[in-house]
């Protein structure tokens, strides 16, 4: 029934959940890229799939990190809603308004895809080189966790609107705002972050479900083998402390950004 890409998709599919389960983001990252390059899917229909499979590994990590007390509700209600609402908003009304071919100049012009891989990438590179920084003194000095209503929300609002329009959970923008912006412990930040992707990827799947015919087989395939690699990375990120956690986190959405990055020009 299926070809060779859905299998070594499938194998694929396994970092996906270890990503997830080490540094609570890089889901989205991984699988639109393998959606697409891998298994031939056309972009659009590989952001919803990613949603769905995103978010039901990402449920599954948050009930983990509850148990293992490292999600701050406080923080996943303030920032999580107002970018679930975003990324709601943005596929379901956004998303369609964007023309197929968006002309640059007279001679050039660009497939929303492509401008959307690359939009993708951009981002990335940005939220990487923030996480590989040596953060400042102060940052590691004070435990005081920024809880406060107005920015969380605005944060919210801005990083649902970008992870909408690139159908990812936006972990690896969520991470930076809560390591550097909350003040939140690499550990409660990935706990949160997976609680706040799962509600957000899942709720922006629903707005996709009229719009695309779901392969169920494959979508469920993935999220299952997704979900037994978010075990592997979750044993593994209780090995690492939480300085080298934030570094692996942003070199490896560096080395992602410049591969999306490559590809789409190249």
């Known amino acids: 029934m299926h070809d060779i890409h859905f299998y070594?998709?499938?194998?694929?599919?396994?970092?996906?959940?270890?990503?997830?389960?080490l540094v609570?983001?890089?889901?989205?990252?991984?699988?639109?890229?393998?959606?697409?390059?891998?298994?031939g899917i056309?972009?659009?229909?590989?952001?919803?799939?990613?949603?769905?499979?995103?978010?039901?590994?990402?449920?599954v990590g948050s009930i983990r990190n509850t148990l293992d007390k490292n999600v701050n509700f406080k923080i996943v209600l303030l920032f999580g809603i107002p970018s679930l609402l975003a990324v709601f908003f943005t596929r379901s009304q956004l998303l369609p308004l964007l023309p197929d071919a968006i002309t640059l100049s007279n001679n050039v012009s660009i497939s929303k895809s492509k401008l959307i891989m690359i939009v993708f990438s951009i981002v990335m590179f940005?939220?990487?080189?923030?996480m590989i920084k040596k953060p400042r003194q102060k940052n590691l000095a004070s435990n005081q966790i920024v809880t406060s209503?107005?920015?969380?929300?605005?944060?919210?609002?801005?990083?649902g609107t970008v992870s909408g329009l690139v159908g990812a959970g936006g972990g690896f923008l969520i991470i930076p705002v809560l390591v550097f912006f909350a003040n939140l412990p690499m550990?409660?930040?990935?706990?949160?972050?997976?609680?706040?992707?799962?509600?957000?990827?899942?709720?922006?799947?629903?707005?996709?479900?009229?719009?695309?015919?779901?392969?169920?087989?494959?979508?469920?395939?993935?999220?299952?083998?997704?979900?037994?690699?978010?075990?592997?990375?979750?044993?593994?990120?209780?090995?690492?402390?939480?300085?080298?956690?934030?570094?692996?986190?942003?070199?490896?959405?560096?080395?992602?950004?410049?591969?999306?990055?490559f590809k789409e020009l190249f």
């Open 24 to 39: 609570g983001s890089g889901g989205s990252i991984l699988t639109v890229p393998i959606l697409v390059y891998v298994v």
């Open 149 to 159: 209503a107005t920015p969380l929300i605005t944060q919210g609002l801005l990083i």
């Open 8 to 21: 070594i998709g499938l194998i694929l599919a396994l970092f996906i959940g270890i990503t997830l389960g």
């Open 187 to 261: 550990k409660q930040a990935i706990g949160t972050s997976l609680t706040i992707i799962a509600i957000q990827c899942l709720i922006g799947f629903t707005g996709d479900l009229s719009q695309h015919t779901i392969d169920w087989t494959l979508v469920l395939s993935f999220s299952a083998v997704s979900i037994v690699g978010l075990f592997i990375g979750n044993r593994l990120s209780k090995r690492i402390i939480d300085g080298n956690l934030r570094k692996i986190f942003g070199w490896f959405i560096l080395i992602m950004s410049l591969y999306i990055m």
């Open 42 to 59: 056309d972009p659009l229909i590989a952001t919803a799939y990613s949603l769905f499979i995103v978010g039901s590994t990402s449920a």
């Open 126 to 130: 940005a939220a990487s080189s923030k």
